[in-house]
């Protein structure tokens, strides 16, 4: 589905030049949920930029679909963008313009007649639980509101891709799980395939099926999220799952766990026990 081969990005500031993002080789196959987390200047943002050319890369090669997206001239990739729904951390809705009105927006622009945008909106503001919301303006919503309106208008024209740039960072912990409920709903419903940044890792234990974990621009370690959970190979992705709490693995891993495994789990816990060396023999 997305494909990065060998992609590299460098911005020119003054006589100097950043590096953002250095030669990411990466493949999103359709349906996966697929996270990308890092922590700040780690090029994730950047990296999803490049997805649909809003930045093009300085090398490399960026496919969709198996089309070169950085060879496609301006009016058909304008045509393949309508194919990649985008939703915000900081929503990006018009205030001046109703839950519903920001929803059409997008069609609108597809040409869409009054009719099929009438119809199209309130099938989309059922979809995410806002159908009593339509005529309400921005400033009327909740953080977790105005997020539902975003990914209902990144939906409007049924696009194959979903891109979520740090989603849920400006959101309270139960909005967020709620949120990514329905960022799983999209996926399963829909057969959309979602690539999502974050610097979270319980978002990424909550819903994806992959994880790639950049820093300093590189792709450190990447692979199935119950993997990266079990056997992390690179210092930062300990450091990551080290801040998620692991008294018990979510309901995404343990399904994992048992695509793979025939026996029962269980979590030890010794009372006051502390840290150990136990390459020593005991």
């Known amino acids: 589905m997305i494909e990065f081969k060998d992609v590299s990005k460098t911005f020119k500031v003054e006589k100097s030049e950043i590096q953002a993002v250095k030669d990411v080789s990466l493949t999103i196959n359709r349906g996966e949920i697929y996270g990308i987390i890092g922590f700040s200047g780690a090029g994730k943002s950047t990296l ?14 960026i496919l969709i679909k198996g089309v070169d997206v950085g060879k496609l001239p301006a009016k058909k990739l304008r045509a393949e963008r309508r194919n990649i729904g985008m939703i915000f951390q900081n929503f990006n809705l018009f205030l001046s313009r109703t839950v519903a009105g920001n929803v059409a927006y997008p069609l609108k622009l597809a040409g869409w007649s009054k009719a099929k945008i009438t119809e199209r909106v309130a099938e989309l503001l059922e979809f995410v639980g806002l159908s009593d919301k339509a005529r309400h303006y921005p400033d009327q919503l909740s953080g977790g509101q105005k997020q539902r309106v975003g990914i209902a208008r990144a939906l409007a024209t049924s696009p194959d891709i979903l891109i979520c740039d740090e989603a849920t960072s400006a959101l309270d912990p139960e909005t967020t799980s709620d949120i990514l409920k329905l960022l799983k709903k999209v996926n399963h419903d829909l057969g959309i395939t979602i690539l999502l940044i974050t610097h979270e890792m319980h978002v990424i234990q909550s819903i994806c099926d992959k994880v790639a974990i950049m820093e300093n621009g590189a792709v450190i370690e990447h692979g199935p999220v119950f993997d990266t959970f079990t056997k992390p190979q690179h210092a930062t992705t300990r450091r990551f799952i080290g801040s998620v709490q692991q008294d018990l693995p979510s309901k995404h891993i343990l399904e994992e766990w048992r695509l793979h495994n025939d026996g029962a789990l269980y979590r030890v816990v010794f009372t006051g026990a502390t840290r150990m060396n136990l390459s020593c023999p005991l």
């Not at 999803?48 to 090669?61: D, I, Q, Y």
């Open 48 to 61: 999803l930029r490049l997805v649909n050319m809003l930045e093009r890369p300085t090398s490399g090669t």
